[in-house]
């Protein structure tokens, strides 16, 4: 009797775990049927930054509407204090990500031209930074870099 009881209790966890994947793809293609593009990468520590044991992810979103949605969380850094934090145009490991994305890039280096979601960490050193800009990023817009507060570069997380 057990033995029935236990294969049951498997086909039914099977079974859910069938379904949460349905719902999980139908979620999914639902977003991407809307056009909504979702890029995501986690933090890694640059050489400035390798004295702080960081971790945290950055997520960029490109909606249908035309705007993109940047999101930056990172664990680690030093308590109660602003970061700066902006999407930049090469890979994290291309030359510590090279220079600040521009939509224009004879443009300026500030908001709306530049997209930041600089932060300020709580008292346990967590920081969680957000930026929409009413305009979609190109194809160079590849990271998110975390600046220290003198600006030196101390972590990157790649958006692929």
């Known amino acids: ?3 029935s009881m236990s294969a049951r209790g498997k086909a039914i966890r099977a079974t859910a775990l069938a379904s949460l994947a349905i719902i999980a ?7 991407m049927a ?4 979702v890029a995501r990468g986690e933090i890694s520590s640059f050489a ?3 004295g702080l044991a960081l971790s945290g992810h950055a997520q960029m979103i490109r909606t249908a ?6 999101s930056v969380h990172v664990e680690g850094l030093l308590p109660n204090t602003a970061y700066g934090s902006h999407v930049h145009q090469q890979a994290c490991a291309d030359g ?13 280096a500030a908001p709306p031209n530049e997209i930041w979601p600089g932060f300020t960490t709580n008292a346990a050193g967590v920081g969680n930074g957000n930026a929409t800009v009413y305009e979609t990023a190109g194809a160079a817009a590849v990271s998110v870099v975390v600046h220290a507060p003198g600006g030196a570069k101390i972590a990157c997380a790649d958006l692929d």
């Not at 809307?34 to 593009?37: L, T, W």
């Not at 509407?65 to 940047?70: A, E, L, Q, R, S």
Request: net charge negative.
């Open 96 to 108: 510590d990500a090279d220079g600040h994305y521009k939509f224009d890039p004879t443009g300026p």
């Open 25 to 31: 793809l139908g979620v999914a293609s639902s977003v």
């Open 48 to 50: 400035a930054g390798a």
């Open 65 to 70: 509407d035309g705007k993109t949605i940047v």
């Open 1 to 3: 009797m057990s033995q």
């Open 34 to 37: 809307g056009g909504a593009v």
